[in-house]
Nanobody, 121 residues
Framework: QVQLVESGGGLVQAGGSLRLSCVAS????????MGWFRQAPGKEREFVSV????????RFIDSVKGRFTISRDNAKNTVYLQMNSLKPEDTAVYYC??????????????WGQGTQVTVSS
C-alpha cells in the first residue's frame, strides 16, 4: 500500500548538515509509523530513528541524539531526517521505512531504495 522514495543524500564535511526526505505514495500514509535505518559497508543494518503515525512520539539511537531530528508532514506525504553535526561514522546508506508499529527492529514491511550519505573528515 506504500511506496517510499528517499532523497537528499550526498557528500558533506564533518560538522555539516543534510536533510533527508522520504516521499510516500498511497492513501494510508498517515496510518504508518515511519523511520530511518542505515547500513555502512561491512556492518549490520542499524536503526536510527522512528516517528509515530501522528508525529507525537519519536525515538533515536543514542549515537544521534541531539544531532538528528525526525519529523513528518502528512499533508505532503513526507518524512524528514534533519542531520546536524555530522560525523564520519554517520557515513552509510540511509533507508526510509514504514510500518504499522513503531519498532527498532528491521522488520518493517515497506522500505525505500536508500540514499547515500558520505561524511568526510
Amino acid at each position: 500500500q506504500v511506496q517510499l522514495v528517499e532523497s537528499g543524500g550526498g557528500l558533506v564535511q564533518a560538522g555539516g548538515s543534510l536533510r533527508l526526505s522520504c516521499v510516500a505514495s498511497g492513501r494510508t500514509f498517515s496510518n504508518y509509523a515511519m523511520g530511518w535505518f542505515r547500513q555502512a559497508p561491512g556492518k549490520e543494518r542499524e536503526f536510527v530513528s522512528v516517528i509515530s503515525a501522528s508525529g507525537s512520539e519519536t525515538r533515536f539511537i543514542d549515537s544521534v541524539k541531539g544531532r538528528f531530528t525526525i519529523s513528518r508532514d502528512n499533508a505532503k506525504n513526507t518524512v524528514y531526517l534533519q542531520m546536524n553535526s555530522l560525523k564520519p561514522e554517520d557515513t552509510a546508506v540511509y533507508y526510509c521505512v514504514a510500518g504499522g508499529l513503531m519498532s527498532s527492529r528491521d522488520n518493517y514491511p515497506y522500505w525505500g531504495q536508500g540514499t547515500q550519505v558520505t561524511v568526510s573528515s
